[in-house]
């Protein structure tokens, strides 16, 4: 895997805004936010896209560094696809190296799942990205679990982690942000072998 095709695009889903800001389904932008960091990079408003970015590279220093772009789309969850199709074409990004990063309901709290390609699965953000870009771009899909009892799935994914979810969210966060550098640094087999289980 070499640069030669344009860098990566890394795009953490959720809502702008404080209000949004610890609610599970914005754990995407918590999961961008630790990649920024850990790359030395602070998210600046880009002037070609409703989004926040910060580019620089993931892995080992030398040639197994990948170029990538992180992004936080700034459109709400349900517009996510306008701002990533106009990062894509700005960077010159394949389909194939975009990675969004998004809350799963579908998947117990704590446990991630990487493919590439696949449905919406009702997820708003990913049903916007698909009508404007297709498939076929990788998913780090971050389980949150299903609403207990009869509660709304709306309201479950806009609150806030509970109080013993919060006991092991750092972990959860860097554990998908170590997903997101093995994806792009090792391919979707071997990230897949690692953080599938």
């Known amino acids: 895997m070499t640069d030669t095709a344009g860098p990566w695009l890394v795009v953490g889903l959720g809502n702008p805004g404080p209000e949004y800001a610890r609610n599970r389904h914005n754990i995407g932008f918590m999961v961008a936010d630790l990649l920024a960091a850990r790359i030395g990079g602070t998210f600046k408003r880009s002037g070609r896209a409703q989004a926040q970015v910060v580019e620089g590279r993931i892995g080992p220093p030398g040639p197994g560094s990948r170029r990538v772009v992180l992004a936080k789309p700034m459109s709400y ?3 996510s696809g306008g701002p990533v199709t ?19 309901l579908d998947i117990d709290y704590g446990t991630l ?9 009702g997820h708003n ?4 990205i698909t009508k404007s870009l297709g498939a076929n771009y990788l ?10 009892g009869r509660m709304d799935v709306a309201a479950f994914v806009l609150k806030d982690f509970s109080a013993t979810e919060r006991g092991d969210l750092d972990w959860f966060v860097d554990r998908a942000a170590d997903a997101v ?17």
Do not use: C, W
């Open 86 to 104: 106009a990062l894509k074409d700005f960077y010159k990004v394949p389909t194939e190296q975009i990675v969004a990063v998004h809350d799963e």
């Open 113 to 121: 799942r990487l493919k590439l390609g696949g449905g919406d699965n």
């Open 139 to 148: 998913r780090v899909r971050a389980g949150i679990g299903r609403p207990p």
């Open 181 to 197: 550098e093995a994806l792009v640094g090792e391919g979707l087999e071997r990230a897949q072998s690692t953080y599938n289980s």
């Open 77 to 79: 969850m349900n517009l």
């Open 125 to 128: 953000g990913l049903k916007s």
